[in-house]
């Protein structure tokens, strides 16, 4: 039986609607995950939630425990996730408040640990990697817009940058010369480690501002956090059709 856990990003750190049934504390070989995983009900399906940057988004995102917290819904039983995750847009098609189910990622993290086999490393432990979003459970999420009515952008490439800060002009440049349309902070190791732990794992992004250079405003994160919440209920509506049809 499958199980969803949703990790929630920047404008979801709660979830309004989650019939929260138990909170887990899971301890891990790794630390703590960012908060206990709250498990629940939504639409009468038993799902999984857990917030990226804690409960009261603390965490910054070069601080977040992402192998506690991959390694705690795999314990927990969960067997897919869906990473909600705030971005900026790069080229045109991802203006703010655009949805859209990534393809592709680029690394320029750095410092953060990526694998849970560090310690005890094998020669069989190189995951192919090629497709980095579980192809499944992105088809599931595409579907799941259209039964919601709502447009969602198919395929992406993510750029994951380190944070906190926002980028330069001169950064995101670059990340559109790599080939890159979104770019955010907490998309890796996420999605590796999600690959490690053999789950599948997909991310819906909400475009919350154009990234930096791309408008001559200055970014400011009340206009980010107003254009997140103009576009979660669409983001909920989603994911309420994707637990039908899992």
Known sequence: MRLLGIIGGSGLAQYPGLEITEQKQVETPYGEPSAAIKMGTLNGKKVAFLPRHGDRHSIPPHRINYRANIHALKVIGVTDILAVAAVGGITDK???????????????THSREQSFFSERFRADNHIDFTWPYDAELRQTLLSAATDAGLSVNDGATYAAVQGPRLETAA???????????????????????????????????????????????????TEIQQTLANGIDDVKSIIAHVIERL
């Open 94 to 108: 991802y203006a703010p408040g655009v949805l859209s189910v990534p393809d592709q990622i680029i690394d320029y």
């Open 171 to 221: 950064e995101i440049r670059r990340l559109e010369r790599d080939g890159c349309d979104l770019v955010g902070m907490t998309g890796m190791p996420e999605a590796c480690l999600a690959r490690e732990a053999e789950l599948r794992y997909a991310t819906l992004a909400i475009v919350a501002n154009w990234a930096a250079g791309k408008t001559e405003n200055v970014l400011t994160m």
